[in-house]
């Protein structure tokens, strides 16, 4: 129940005291002005975060200056623009000017002729004219701007077409990795930070409850176990790229049997490497076990033992009293933590980079023991590029991650919710 | 004696595959260059040393030793990892090889050239070391401790721009020997450099310690100016208003902030943002393609990558895919944002490839 | 008043005439005593973990120190870090360390708890089952990106407030900022779990005696979640003191001894991610280096976290 209740002083049988009149009109107003205080604070802090969101999405959609490299018209027939090209003519025309070992490729992910007009007039356009953005814009600068653009870039690039365009489109996301920020995408990336997170959660998650459900039903208040709760509290200030390093000395090269799948019959002995999507996962459960283990202790702590006396007082063992009464009272605690944790794992570049995840991968993860990448180090790899335009796409992947981590969270926090009530 | 008979086999069989592929042009030419899965039945003529008579083929350019390189007939892992000056090149190549039809799994790990060596020459994980600087003694020792020998290739050239900002009307040429005292203790404003410029304080920006460009800059700049083991670092460490960050992008931004900044930063983070900033030329040159290539340009510094003639025999596509680099890297090299690497550094990369695999000629 | 039913847990059954006597003894049953034991080895993880930190950095640290160009005397109080030219005082990367946190720690603390008091005391349960989740994506955000936002949004701010020539291009002021931003979600979160978590019980006796919202709030509410909301600055300041990316971008990756907010510097785990993903080699005096500073950061974690520890034990309450 939140409703404020009303000061009933027009009740009182007393006669009104001046005193008490004016204490009660200060504190009121002191209230008042406290509670805008609050509300700006919480005002403030969407305000950061849309002013952060919207300025990753206007990198998203822009002007850009795209050059050819060969220009269409050289390529095509006379007379013929490249939306009326058929594919048996592509095809004719990509034998010639491609060369045969990607002829070849390509013939073999798809025979050209059996392709629709429009992935034929695309491979005309990226195999042989090869378009090359050499400025980008973002969508302010391209709203507000636009005949400053305009000019700029018939002075700078006057072979450039200016074309609006959209970074964020499903062939991005479904593309694998290249070096062309037109044609690169991000699927593998995906795929990478998808199992992890996958592994991170089931091993995370039961050892950090369990942890926080030992520490504060189970242990006494011995040596050994204020060691493990200072020890706790310690782990959450280290550095991720300790744990990096760590992972990398244990997960990686003791533990390489396990990681690289040889123990299981999954790789090779001879070949096989720790530097795998388990090993990876294990390294960021490690990461953030202390986190789940500090919000989940602080839930389990703040059930009444009202609650906990009851149930004993009705016969129920220990476990069956946390299992029953305690733990679903401290959920949302508990999954405050684990958001927060997730959160933080799905973004984390330095430890993964220590543990090996490659930056440049030419296929898409099969199992967990396989070799990744992830995208936050694809992001951090586009904005260190030159080029406009991977700045473009990596603002349009950073998009694609807070997404997928709405959703991965969106469970956790509709459990919350659920579970979120009041207590006597 | 096995192996050494496979590899006279399999380098008979790439000489008859050339000899072939020279007559015609576009002929289906797969040479496949693994030793290992050189059919045997194709021996021609007795285990021979391939210490071979030249062929017909007289070596005109530097990629003509080089086996023609199919990429859908080299089959196997390729593990490679160093610096991230290197990475863009190497992605263009490896996209390359993938999009010519290479079936097998590429890595490339951009965890700097220090990180790339630990894992060569260190804990043996990796194939191919990318590098933006030449191997060091230490590394070269710890290779050897795992039995490794490693083959350097250049393969690019990373020119060094000295930017300012556009709106700096004062500076257009520097000398070597003025852009070390920009970047020392020694002046603060830069009318004490050049009296007619204005007495306003340098502000200077420079990649930080860990970077390869800095040991490059303080090498080839701050060293020949300031006698003595370590002034050269030690001028530029302690100069005032010097600004140091790891990221390029980022030190653009700084030039871009005042008329009075300096900085230094590979090329091509100046050619993407010739709308802020400007090059300086450094004793009357400009970085240009020519002046990279040729060595007028005094900041130009190497691009590597290294290898181990027995990862080469080991793992043949290893071998292939170097192959295949130093053949097709001055396609995609001016994307990249690079220069080529010059006739003569590519010839001996190309030589120390057929030194270390023996199968070319 | 208990919502759920106790499940079947009772060893013999009670119905009519069908009595037999219940054996009150306290017999702790095997899977009691197996789910114990689990749950001890969860606890006992974080120690493992702690062994092999302290074991692997302490190796390496104790191989820096032993190196003739280094002594521990130069390594706590010299105020230059520069091993290229054997200069090995932790001092700079310590205070830059200690700023960030701090000007991190004045912008979350504040915001953070306002928040968390608005969400929990006065918003309804709507707007906070919205809230709070649109908050804590703030978490999710790669802290590359917090970094470029600081670079090219706050110091600009920053520089046209205070003027260009007090503020230069790379701050730690502006670093501190965004990773204040970044904690928000953190502080206010677990501070809202906290507070709500107080039985309602205590608000409503408040309420009963005539006080007001605000004094409800702050005077009751508040210090009996101490427990709860310190956890969450301790976590707070601990992300803050081990956060590297933001401070690598925004602040510089120059080491630099100052106390002025306005100026670049570089924090002890910024130093260490930018040197190990550089092009230094790994056998070099730079490189072991940053075992040290890393297990110097560790130590100086446990002690601050000692401290606070030492605090919260004398003024946590237990109510009910």
């Known amino acids: 129940m939140n409703g404020t209740p009303t000061i009933p002083d027009q009740n009182l049988e007393e006669p009104a005291n001046p005193q008490f009149e004016t204490n009660v009109k200060n504190r009121n107003r002191k209230g008042a002005t406290w509670r805008y205080i609050f509300l700006l604070s919480t005002v403030v802090g969407i305000i950061a975060l849309s002013v952060l969101v919207l300025t990753i999405i206007d990198d998203t959609y822009g002007l850009a200056a795209i050059e050819y490299k060969v220009p269409l018209s050289e390529i095509l027939p006379p007379g013929k623009t490249i939306d009326e090209i058929t594919c048996q003519e592509a095809d004719v025309i990509l034998q010639e000017n491609v060369s045969k070992n990607r002829y070849r490729t390509l013939q073999n992910e798809q025979p050209i002729t059996e392709r629709t007009q429009e992935e034929c007039a695309n491979l005309i356009v990226y195999e042989i004219a090869k378009p090359v953005a050499r400025a980008t814009w973002s969508l302010s600068a391209s709203l507000l701007n636009s005949e400053e653009i305009q000019a700029y870039t018939t002075e700078k690039y006057p072979e450039a077409e200016l074309v609006f365009k959209k970074w964020l489109t499903k062939e991005f996301i479904t593309s694998p990795q290249s070096d062309d920020p037109l044609t690169a995408g991000i699927i593998t990336a995906i795929l990478g930070s998808l199992w992890i997170i996958v592994i991170v959660i089931i091993v995370a998650f039961p050892i950090g409850v369990g942890a926080a459900i030992y520490l504060e039903e189970y242990a006494n208040d011995n040596m050994i176990n204020r060691v493990i709760r200072t020890n706790i509290n310690n782990l959450a200030g280290v550095p991720s790229i300790i744990y990096g390093m760590l992972g990398l000395a244990f997960f990686v090269r003791v533990l390489e049997p396990v990681t690289s799948g040889a123990i299981f019959g999954f790789s090779d002995p001879g070949t096989a490497n720790g530097r795998t999507i388990l090993a990876a996962g294990l390294t960021l459960a490690l990461l953030i076990v202390p986190v789940i283990i500090i919000n989940g202790q602080e839930a389990i702590r703040a059930v009444p033992a009202s609650l906990r006396q009851a149930s004993y007082g009705l016969g129920a063992t220990q476990w069956q009293t946390i299992w029953h009464h305690v733990l679903p009272n401290a959920i949302p605690g508990i999954l405050t933590g684990t958001i927060l944790s997730v959160a933080r794992a799905f973004g984390e570049t330095a430890p993964l980079v220590v543990i090996g995840a490659a930056t440049y991968i030419t296929f898409n993860p099969e199992s967990v023991f396989s070799k990744f990448t992830t995208l936050p180090i694809q992001i951090y790899q586009w904005t260190a590029r030159p080029q406009d335009a991977f700045g473009n796409i990596a603002a349009s992947a950073i998009i694609v991650l807070l997404v997928l981590l709405v959703a991965l969270n969106a469970t956790a926090i509709y459990l919350r919710n659920r579970y979120s009530r009041r207590l006597v | 004696m096995n192996r050494k008979l496979l590899i006279a086999i399999s380098a008979l069989l790439l000489i008859t595959t050339l000899l072939a592929a020279c007559g015609g042009q576009a002929t289906e030419a797969p040479a496949p260059a693994e030793p290992t899965a050189a059919p045997v039945e194709e021996a021609t003529s007795p285990a021979e040393e391939p210490a071979a008579e030249p062929t017909a083929e007289m070596p005109m350019e530097s990629g003509s030793m080089l086996p023609e390189i199919d990429p859908a007939t080299v089959t196997g892992d390729i593990v490679t990892a160093g610096s991230s000056t290197v990475f863009p090149l190497s992605e263009a190549v490896a996209n390359l090889f993938k999009e010519e039809g290479y079936p097998g799994n590429l890595t490339i790990d951009s965890v700097g050239t220090g990180g790339g060596f630990e894992r060569f020459c260190k804990a043996g994980e990796t194939d191919i070391a990318n590098a933006s600087r030449a191997i060091k003694e230490e590394e070269t020792a710890n290779c050897a401790a795992i039995d490794r020998t490693p083959v350097e290739f250049r393969i690019g050239t990373d020119a060094l721009a000295v930017v300012v900002n556009q709106d700096n009307d004062f500076l257009a040429d520097i000398t070597s020997a003025e852009l070390a005292k920009a970047f020392s203790s020694e002046v603060t404003q830069w009318s004490e450099i050049r009296p007619e410029w204005p007495a306003e304080n340098i502000l200077r920006f420079s990649p930080g310690t860990d970077s390869g460009t800095f040991d490059y800059f303080v090498e080839a700049v701050m060293d020949s100016a300031y006698e003595g083991d370590g002034e050269g670092e030690k001028q530029i460490l302690s100069a005032a208003n010097i600004q140091f960050s790891e990221d390029d992008n980022v030190l653009v931004q700084g030039v871009a902030g005042s008329p009075y900044a300096i900085g230094y930063f590979g090329y091509a983070y100046l050619s993407e943002n010739e709308d802020v900033i400007k090059p300086v030329s450094v004793d009357g040159i400009v970085p240009t393609e020519e002046t990279a290539e040729n060595g007028e340009y005094p900041l130009a510094r190497p691009l590597f990558i290294y290898s181990d003639a027995g990862v080469l025999s080991a793992k043949p596509q290893v071998a292939s895919f170097i192959a295949f680099y130093l053949s097709r890297v001055n396609e995609v090299i001016q994307d990249a944002g690079y220069f080529p690497a010059s006739e003569a550094a590519l010839n001996e990369a190309t030589q120390n490839w057929c030194a270390a695999t023996g199968l070319c000629q | ?320």
């Open chain 3, 1 to 320: 008043m208990a919502q759920r039913q106790l499940t079947n847990s009772f060893p013999i059954e009670i119905g009519e005439g069908n009595r037999k006597v219940l054996d009150l003894r306290k017999r702790t049953k095997l899977h009691e005593r197996i789910i114990q034991g689990l749950l001890f080895i969860c606890g006992a993880i974080s120690i493992f973990t702690t062994i092999g930190i302290v074991v692997y950095l302490g190796e390496e640290a104790l191989r820096f120190f032993t190196l003739p160009e280094v002594t521990l005397l130069e390594f706590f109080t010299g105020t230059v870090w520069q091993p290229q030219i054997d200069e090995f005082g932790i001092l700079p990367l310590l205070t830059a360390t200690l700023m960030t946190t701090m000007i991190a720690m004045l912008v979350a603390i504040p915001l953070g708890m306002f928040v968390a008091i608005y969400l929990s005391e006065y918003a309804s349960p709507k707007v906070r089952s919205t809230i709070k989740p649109t908050l804590e994506i703030l978490a999710g955000i790669p802290t590359v990106v917090l970094g470029y936002f600081a670079l090219t949004w706050v110091t600009p701010i920053l520089r046209g407030v205070f003027g260009e020539n007090t503020v230069q291009i790379y701050n730690t002021a502006s670093a501190g900022l965004v990773m204040g931003i970044l904690i928000l979600p953190l502080i206010s979160s677990m501070v809202e779990d906290a507070l709500s978590a107080v039985p309602i019980s205590l608000r409503e006796g408040a309420y009963g005696l005539g006080a007001t919202k605000f004094e409800v709030a702050t005077q009751i509410v508040v210090p009996a979640a101490l427990s709860g909301i310190t956890a969450a600055l301790i976590l707070g300041m601990s992300r803050a003191f081990g956060e590297a990316m933001i401070v690598a971008i925004a602040a510089g990756a120059g080491p630099n001894f100052t106390l002025n907010p306005f100026e670049g510097a570089e924090t002890m785990t910024g130093h260490i991610v930018r040197i190990s993903g550089g092009d230094i080699s790994y056998e070099s005096v730079e490189y072991k280096s940053l075992f040290a500073i890393a297990l110097f950061l560790f130590l100086v974690t446990l002690f601050l976290n000692l401290i606070s520890q030492r605090i919260i034990a004398r003024y946590r309450e237990e109510y009910d």
